[in-house]
């Protein structure tokens, strides 16, 4: 952390590159907490729309579209602070955080369906832990993460740990694959231990009332929008220049594609969102399979291979995106104009929509898993619209049924492949030839790139030894003990940059501690155990 922290605010101006979460969060503390005129602060997304992986979008004529909804719990202690400062969309006296806290105790989040197989409920009463992989679960929690250094789940667990249904729940609900990174799997054990007892049930999750980019995205720019902020839309930042000697290291010049470069004065600042796990996502439709877009398609990633290369301290991004093959996976967003699946759903499951949440095909070759939100789930889906998510953890395999992998299949063939499964082909049968249903798949070749092994000092810290006036934001900037994959971990980032870096009399909020409660470890030691 640096030692010298900036006392005059108003003479300055801070660059945000990217305007996801972490980045608008850092605009939100900068205003507020640090007394950074919002005039002077300024976004620079390289894309059309602000929100980065929180989107939303689309209508009841050419489907809506998510590339993913949000899970969260209570103890996203960074996130709900920030949502407590936001109005939201449809009440200005009522903050964004207790419209979703409102909004999840009305619908409780209480899976009756969370896996199934042929076609059935499976009981998922037991985790279905030999005694052997419960001890590895154990002495995974109390191994240090040091000493785990870049090994993959794989290597830890017996392959028969991939048959039981902890696996099964753990690997669709936070998306990890076998191949992902040990460390973080320990960390998410630590930091979710609370929640480990209920995770069969999805208890404790909370949601906000739409899709995050209507629930959060939108509230948040009218936010920063009335206090000034600049929005600069498809604004590519290329490189950085910095002045780096022993014991300083100052950012000077902010590279954009195609315009003209930014020189930065003496009290300014750039944050730098470094990497991002939507980059290059591609849309298909009803009849048009997605595209997998490749490294040279993408710009977050080149701008931080050009930067790591100009010190250590500054990480090294090539565990986390030069493997696309490991890294991507398929969701897709489905739009009814009939109630007929929700109907079915409710009533096979006893779950009414948005108090299920994930329901996972054991047996589907893709690994399909779908996710029936409280509807209406956009703001604008009309009443007799209806609307679900899902996603597959293995596109490159053949389906089960469509013989063809996940990555080539159109939005109608993907939801063929779900009905299938489901065994209710003959239902949906005249609904899809009636043209009453429309489905958009979405390719995103850096989706688990976050959770690929890296050894520790591959994220580089949020203020590198000697910053003066630069910081990394987001996923793959270090937040010791708190999980990536989540929204709290960016606005971790974004507290860490600002009230390190601006006297603001703030400190960065403590992860929430779990591990060292007592009662939360004998009840997940039960359920590890049952
Ligand atoms: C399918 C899916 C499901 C998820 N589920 C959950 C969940 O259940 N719970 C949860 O808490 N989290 C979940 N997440 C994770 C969470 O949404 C993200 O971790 C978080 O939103 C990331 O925010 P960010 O600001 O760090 O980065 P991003 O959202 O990736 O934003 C980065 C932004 O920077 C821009 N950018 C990058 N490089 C440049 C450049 N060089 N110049 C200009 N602009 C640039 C990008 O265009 C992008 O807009 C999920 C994410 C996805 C995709």
Known sequence: MTSIKNKKPKDSKVYLIGSGIAALASAIYLEKDAGVLGSNIYILEKAKILGGALDGSGNAENGFVTRGGRMHELHYTCYWDLLSHIPS????????????????????????????????????????????????????????EKSLGNKSIEV???????????????????????????????????????????????GGILRTKYDQYHSVVIPITKYLEAKGVQFQMETEVVDIDFDLSADKKTATVIHLKDKNEIVLGESDYVFITNGSLTEGTDNGTWDRPAKLKGFTETGSWQLWKNVAAKNTAFGNPKPFCDNID???????????????????MENFSGNVDGTGGLVTLTDSNWLLSFVIARQPHFPNQPDDVKIFWGYGLYPDRKGNYVNKPMAECTGKEMLEELWHHLKIQDL???????????????????????????????????????????????????????????????????????YGLFETGKEVMPVYDSIHKPKFLIKAAQAINS
Not at 102 to 107: A, L, V
Not at 160 to 186: G, H
Not at 452 to 474: C, H, Q, Y
């Open 89 to 144: 969309l449809e009440d200005h006296n009522v903050s964004v955080r207790d419209e979703s806290f409102d909004f999840s105790n009305r619908f409780v989040s209480n899976a009756q369906a969370r896996l199934l197989k042929d076609g059935k409920k499976l009981d998922v009463s037991s985790f279905g832990l030999n005694l052997k992989q419960q001890t590895e679960l154990l002495k995974l929690i109390f191994s240090s």
């Open 156 to 202: 830890w667990f017996d392959q028969a740990f991939f048959k039981t249904n902890f696996w099964f729940i753990w690997t669709t609900m936070f998306a990890f694959q076998k191949w992902s990174s040990l460390a973080e799997m320990r960390r998410y054990m630590m930091r979710f231990i609370h929640l480990v007892d209920v995770l069969p049930k999805l």
């Open 326 to 344: 490991l890294q991507k996976w398929y969701s897709f967003t489905a739009t009814l104009k009939d109630n007929t699946f929700h109907d079915y």
């Open 428 to 498: 949906m049968k005249p609904l899809m030839e009636a043209g009453k249903i429309n489905c958009i798949p979405v390719a995103m070749p850096f989706v688990d790139s976050l959770f690929m092994p890296r050894e520790i000092g591959d994220r580089p810290d949020v203020l590198p030894k000697g910053a003066t006036n630069f910081a990394f934001l987001g996923q793959f900037a270090e937040a010791p003990t708190d999980c990536v994959f989540t929204v709290e971990y960016s606005v971790r980032t974004a507290q860490m940059a600002v």
